[in-house]
């Protein structure tokens, strides 16, 4: 890949066009196919890239503020996560785990320039002038468990601390051109079954313990738009049920999040929370793949698009629901705290994102 300071001195060197047309013609040194880069300088000023699969660049704004320390101890559920790599995905903030210290994350995190994030600490993260719910925290946005690095004069290491000024974050996050499941779907009962469905066809991962009934007052849903990705970590995917500009959502956590996180113990005494269960053996579902793990990201909306039709539509994950049993629609418009608003919903059905045409 190329280092930070080449790039440094092209960008000086060249036009912004040959700098940008340079960049594109050697997709190889940058990402692989089925890889997403995303380059974020410490230096305030300089532009943000991402490098497309396909080999083409996207520009992610420019750095507005860089970290100067690191937040520890950070939500609960980054502990379920691998150091050095991404631990949430969201339209308001990426957060990435450096490591786990007396069973806690500590986190670097990425933000849109105007956002809601309490789990970015001041002072420990980027800032990037680029709406929320587009971009990197949009149609490029890394799935959980992407790599993180930082690369400098000195070579590329895993990220363990505050990058220096002049050194680059890479975030390498991959993107199979079909998912290995293609979408889940959840019986919104006690015991209901998830189903994952994929090449191998249909397959039950876990089970409902505590359904679904209301529309809850999440931060950050008021970037995405209803029936849409708004957060996804290892102990949670966060769901829109209301319009862009209003808060309203709805949130899916394993059970092992919901027993012993304290910040969870109101789950289990509202209907805002779906709480799942593992297969009896099986180990908890936090940080796991299908679906707390490289499974879900915000996806593209406003005017953010992609390489192709392809790419944009598939990076926008969906959520429908059946009301009463009936045939799938879009989820019921909830905004705010409404405690019953979903409790006709009696199937939830949630579309893993992809790049290449099916």
Request: aromatic share 6%; hydrophobic share 45%.
């Amino acid at each position: 890949m190329m280092r930070s300071p080449v790039r440094s001195f092209l960008r000086a060197a060249l036009s912004p066009l040959l700098f940008f047309l340079l960049l594109a013609s050697a997709p190889e040194a940058l990402a692989a196919r089925g890889m997403l880069e995303l380059h974020i300088p410490c230096r305030v000023g300089e532009e943000a890239l991402a490098i497309l699969p396909g080999g083409g660049v996207m520009t992610l704004g420019r750095v507005l503020m860089t970290p100067v320390k690191t937040n520890w101890p950070a939500y609960t559920a980054s502990k379920w996560c691998a150091p050095a790599t991404v631990c949430a995905s969201a339209v308001n903030a990426v957060h990435m785990l450096i490591n786990i210290e007396e069973g806690r994350g500590r986190i670097l995190s990425l933000v849109p320039a105007v956002t809601v994030a309490p789990a970015a600490a001041a002072g420990a993260f980027f800032s990037l002038d680029m709406p929320a719910g587009t971009g990197l925290f949009g149609g490029v946005a890394p799935l959980v468990g992407s790599s993180v690095s930082i690369v400098g004069e000195g070579g590329e290491r895993p990220l363990d601390g505050v990058p220096q000024e002049g050194e680059t974050l890479v975030i390498r996050s991959e993107l199979p051109g079909r998912p290995a499941v293609w979408m889940v779907d959840i019986e919104n009962r006690p015991g209901g079954r998830v189903i994952a469905w994929g090449e191998a066809g249909p397959g039950v991962i876990a089970r409902v313990v505590l359904p679904v009934g209301g529309g809850g007052r999440f931060g950050g849903t008021q970037f995405q738009r209803n029936g849409r990705i708004r957060a996804s970590h290892a102990g949670v995917i966060d769901v829109a049920t209301a319009p862009r500009g209003e808060v309203g959502g709805l949130q899916i956590m394993p059970l092992i999040h919901a027993l012993t996180s304290a910040e969870m113990a109101s789950a289990w005494k509202l209907t805002q929370w779906m709480i799942l269960a593992p297969l009896p053996g099986e180990p908890p579902l936090a940080g796991r793949p299908p679906l707390f793990k490289a499974s879900f990201v915000p996806g593209t909306q406003l005017d953010d698009r992609l390489e192709d039709m392809w790419s944009t539509y598939g990076r926008r994950p969906l959520v429908l629901c059946r009301v009463g049993g009936g045939p799938w629609t879009r989820l019921p418009s909830v905004s705010g705290r409404v405690d019953d608003a979903l409790r006709s919903v009696t199937h939830l059905r949630l579309y893993y994102p992809f790049w290449d045409r099916p």
